[in-house]
């Protein structure tokens, strides 16, 4: 066998062109364009925490998928029942506050269900700020004490009160219930705190949700937030970015995940055009945002989503700080709370909003 004929045929199938007829035999007009990549073994990465390293090796032994998608209202509410007992929800919360101390009430604002998280006697450094949180969950899952785990992080440490808001969702309330509730609670804090002395933000869904709502308070020409926190935003529900395809089955989060994703946005949409910007927030405009801190992780299933969205808004000439960290998974840094990243991660995030709302 002639092997620099092979190599020249091997090359020219993955650039695409038609040299020596050699492409031929492996592609045609309904064959879509893409690259084929053996299959491969993932070493665990030797310069993280050890923390992320026992993290990525026990997802190595865990089902690569996310299960089987609902397809009835009823399928969905049983599945998110099935992981968010209230019981296990209700130890998971007392274990983060016993390590990460904060005061947690529950309320309403604007008759919205809220939860009002503040820092212990002493770490609070600065009564004249405040940070409005949206928790994540795809939009279908984090209602009530199950979505505040991130909020405890935020509250412990920036030392801020944060007001974690407990938005309505599908099946039952899709589209735009959690835009008009997070907005509505916005309005309601900006009657006591100052809006630059207020951030906005969370991870995931959340992180994407936190865009939306500056999208529609520009709409509105309501008062901006003094800085935006989007933690891996999941910021286009149609999942086009780069990394859906190559970070699938490599995030060990969201292992497999693309179809239950796009299952759960459709869902959130509620029969609305996914690209519309305040439900696909990558798609909207993002001159005169607030300046936005942005993290992420080089196995993030959303990686992409979270740079696209940092490249918009530089492009618009925003003040965006994009922090990618080594082998993280999908929000490793909320998920892994004891771990040397997480507690880098939430101080980048302290220092961000230090900076931009004041002290």
């Known amino acids: 066998m002639n092997m620099k004929l092979v190599g020249m045929c091997l090359v020219t199938l993955t650039l695409g062109y038609s040299m020596l007829g ?14 084929l990549v053996p299959s491969r073994l993932l070493p665990v990465p030797s310069d993280v925490s050890r923390e992320l390293q026992d993290s990525i090796r026990q997802a190595a032994s865990a089902p690569d998928s996310l299960g089987s998608i609902p397809a009835t209202p009823d399928e969905w ?20 506050k016993e390590k990460f101390p904060v005061h947690v009430t529950a ?11 503040n820092p212990m006697a002493g770490a609070e450094r600065s009564g004249r700020r405040a940070f409005v949180y949206v928790h994540g969950g ?9 979505g505040l785990d991130e909020a405890i992080l935020i509250a412990y440490h920036t030392g801020m009160k944060v007001i974690s808001v407990d938005y309505r969702m599908p099946p039952d309330s899709p589209f735009p219930a959690a835009v008009d509730d997070s907005v509505a609670v916005w309005k309601e804090v900006i009657r006591e705190c100052k809006p630059a002395n207020v951030g906005l933000g969370g991870t995931s869904a959340g992180g994407g949700l936190a865009l939306a709502v500056v999208l529609r308070l520009k709409e509105l020409k309501l008062p901006l937030p003094g800085a935006i ?45 996914m690209r519309d910007p305040l439900i696909s927030p990558v798609f909207g405009d993002f001159s005169k945002f607030p300046p936005t801190i942005l993290l992420t992780g080089t196995r993030d299933f959303l990686l992409s989503d979270t ?26 840094y909320a998920t892994l709370p004891d771990s040397p990243e997480s507690r880098e ?10 900076k931009h709302l004041g002290r």
């Open 307 to 332: 740079v696209r969205v940092h490249r918009k808004l530089r492009l618009a000439g925003v003040e965006a700080n994009l922090h990618v960290f080594e082998a993280m998974s999908h929000a490793d």
């Open 77 to 96: 509410r049983a599945a998110i029942a099935m992981y968010e007992k209230p019981e296990q929800v209700r130890e998971h919360v007392e274990a983060i």
């Open 107 to 117: 309320g309403t604002m604007a008759g919205i269900k809220v939860y009002v998280v």
């Open 229 to 273: 926190y989007a933690g891996t935003p999941w910021a286009d529900l149609t999942n086009s970015g780069d990394s859906t395809a190559v970070n699938d089955h490599v995030d060990s989060a969201l292992s497999g995940g693309n179809e239950w994703l796009l299952a759960a946005g459709r869902w959130y949409a509620g029969g609305h055009d």
């Open 345 to 354: 991660a939430y101080r980048e995030i302290a220092l961000f909003l230090d």
């Open 138 to 146: 795809a939009y279908i899952s984090g209602a009530g004490e199950a």
């Open 22 to 35: 050699c492409a031929d035999a492996y592609h045609n007009e309904s064959t879509p364009a893409g690259r």
